[in-house]
């Protein structure tokens, strides 16, 4: 008898347990090095400005680029995770976008750098739908909130990571720009081969027979699975694109990642400008860009939990909570009466509440599509998360060269925080 062929081996609680949790840890520890491929721009732009000459107008669009190749990325990656396997596609995911930062270093101009970061944004998502698909596999539905917000949470200090690492490039090593793309991805690519040996798709691949905690969990999807069958990939498309909650839930995110995506980008350009002033303070401006990403991390764990403990596994009332709370913030923040300190803070809480609804979000998917299909649904909803993100991009840009102030980025924030608001307020999940 094949190996394949064997009967699964009944698992205690105890023993499942550990394995869902392997999975979560694997999962986190690859992500937790992803955004080292895609969200230290913000730290190259100064030196790209100055050695290649290209306007900030410009470096959004390129900025752009990649958000939009990477939407791309997220509606056909998604798919092909739920087609191929998640821990699979995570994998080759990592070792292509290490390949194309160290293209992006070699870049001489607008076009050869916008050629190698866009395909790097596409092959960056093969990463987000394939953890959050294999999440699913192991997990059951009332307890999405924990583990999104786990994941989630990896996601946000990925971005801390990110901005550590920049920071040590160009203000500790006193590197030129072109070495942001080639040191710190080295990890992206530890992650994945790590990941590929630790996880399993799930656990037929594990040879294990989940415990009734797991079995008996009910889905409760919103999908009809006579309608298309899920096993094809145009039939899963149909499934999901039929469920005018995953439109809701996917222009919500849309707002929420513009405004995310808006502070990772600018928010560096802002505290190594002129714009910033930090009243004669020994910190360096870059270090204290840094409490933006320790924020979101922090926020997408909370969000996560408040979710499923105090409202019962619906996601639609703490995404709101936190986008009114994030666009207050954002204002404080450009008011511009803050010090050192209590900048450090408030941008803290900034990112808490505009990156905190991520985990809920990404709870969403699952929860509206089923584990069958969450690779597709998050891969949908994640298209329309940075189809607006990258739209917004070279606005920022062309904002900043026209007015000449980068603090600006403050109230367009507060802009897409609410407009999120107000569409999340259709989905009532």
């Given at each position: 008898?094949?190996?394949?062929?064997?009967?699964?081996?009944?698992?205690?609680?105890?023993t499942?347990?550990r394995?869902?949790?392997?999975?979560?840890l694997?999962?986190?520890?690859?992500?937790f090095?992803?955004?080292?491929?895609?969200?230290?721009?913000?730290?190259?732009?100064?030196?790209?400005?100055?050695?290649?000459?290209?306007?900030?107008?410009?470096?959004?669009?390129?900025?752009?680029?990649?958000l939009?190749?990477?939407?791309?990325?997220?509606?056909?990656?998604?798919?092909?995770?739920?087609?191929?396997?998640?821990?699979?596609?995570?994998?080759?995911?990592?070792?292509l976008?290490t390949?194309?930062?160290w293209?992006?270093?070699?870049?001489?101009?607008?076009?050869?750098?916008?050629?190698?970061?866009?395909?790097?944004?596409?092959?960056?998502?093969?990463?987000?739908?394939?953890?959050?698909?294999?999440?699913?596999?192991w997990?059951s539905?009332?307890?999405?909130?924990?583990?999104?917000?786990?994941?989630?949470?990896?996601?946000g200090?990925?971005?801390?990571?990110?901005f550590?690492?920049s920071?040590l490039?160009?203000?500790t090593f006193e590197?030129?720009?072109?070495?942001?793309?080639?040191?710190?991805?080295?990890?992206m690519?530890?992650g994945?081969?790590?990941f590929?040996?630790l996880?399993?798709?799930?656990?037929k691949e594990?040879?294990?027979?989940?415990?009734?905690?797991?079995?008996?969990?009910?889905?409760?999807?919103?999908?009809?699975?006579?309608?298309?069958?899920?096993d094809?990939?145009?039939?899963?498309?149909?499934?999901?694109?039929?469920?005018?909650?995953?439109?809701?839930?996917?222009?919500?995110?849309?707002?929420?990642?513009?405004?995310?995506?808006?502070?990772?980008?600018?928010?560096?350009?802002?505290?190594?400008?002129?714009?910033w002033?930090?009243?004669?303070?020994?910190?360096?401006?870059?270090?204290?860009?840094?409490a933006?990403?320790?924020?979101?991390?922090?926020?997408?764990?909370?969000?996560?939990?408040?979710?499923?403990?105090?409202?019962?596994?619906?996601?639609d009332?703490?995404?709101?909570?936190?986008?009114?709370?994030?666009?207050?913030?954002?204002?404080?923040?450009?008011?511009?009466?803050?010090?050192t300190?209590?900048?450090?803070v408030v941008?803290?809480?900034?990112?808490?509440?505009?990156?905190?609804?991520?985990?809920?979000?990404?709870a969403l998917?699952?929860?509206?599509?089923?584990?069958?299909?969450?690779?597709?649904?998050?891969?949908?909803v994640n298209?329309?998360?940075?189809?607006?993100?990258?739209?917004?991009?070279?606005?920022?840009?062309?904002?900043?060269?026209?007015?000449?102030?980068?603090?600006l980025?403050?109230?367009?924030?507060a802009?897409?925080?609410i407009?999120?608001?107000?569409?999340?307020?259709?989905?009532?999940?």
């Open positions: 008898m094949a190996i394949a062929d064997k009967i699964a081996e009944p698992v205690s609680e105890a499942f347990s394995w869902k949790w392997r999975i979560l694997a999962a986190m520890f690859c992500y090095f992803f955004y080292t491929g895609r969200q230290t721009f913000g730290f190259a732009i100064p030196g790209i400005e100055e050695d290649l000459g290209i306007s900030k107008t410009t470096l959004g669009a390129i900025s752009g680029i990649l939009w190749a990477y939407a791309v990325g997220q509606m056909v990656n998604g798919n092909l995770a739920d087609k191929f396997g998640g821990r699979r596609l995570m994998t080759v995911g990592a070792i976008s390949i194309l930062n293209a992006s270093s070699f870049s001489i101009g607008s076009k050869s750098l916008a050629l190698s970061w866009g395909a790097n944004g596409y092959v960056q998502a093969m990463g987000w739908p394939s953890g959050g698909r294999v999440i699913s596999n997990w539905p009332h307890e999405r909130g924990k583990s999104f917000g786990f994941y989630t949470f990896a996601a200090m990925s971005s801390v990571l990110a550590v690492t920071t490039v160009v203000d590197l030129d720009w072109r070495w942001i793309f080639r040191i710190p991805v080295l990890l690519l530890l994945g081969i790590v590929f040996f996880a399993r798709e799930n656990p594990a040879r294990i027979t989940p415990p009734p905690s797991y079995t008996e969990d009910p889905e409760n999807i919103e999908l009809d699975l006579d309608e298309a069958n899920p094809r990939s145009l039939g899963r498309y149909k499934l999901v694109l039929r469920n005018p909650k995953i439109w809701s839930t996917g222009m919500a995110i849309g707002f929420q990642n513009a405004a995310r995506y808006g502070l990772l980008i600018w928010v560096p350009v802002y505290f190594l400008g002129d714009n002033d930090s009243g004669g303070s020994a910190i360096s401006p870059a270090w204290i860009s840094v933006l990403p320790v924020g979101m991390a922090v926020g997408a764990l909370t969000n996560g939990w408040i979710s499923d403990r105090l409202f019962g596994s619906r996601r009332h703490p995404i709101m909570l936190f986008m009114v709370l994030g666009a207050i913030t954002s204002m404080l923040m450009f008011s511009g009466a803050l010090g300190v209590s900048g450090m941008l803290f809480l900034t990112g808490f509440f505009v990156y905190g609804p991520a985990s809920s979000f990404w998917c699952p929860d509206l599509a089923g584990k069958k299909m969450a690779g597709t649904a998050t891969g949908v298209f329309f998360s940075y189809l607006f993100a990258g739209a917004a991009e070279p606005l920022v840009g062309f904002t900043m060269d026209q007015t000449g102030s980068t603090g980025i403050f109230p367009i924030v802009g897409c925080c407009a999120s608001m107000l569409c999340a307020a259709t989905i009532r999940r």
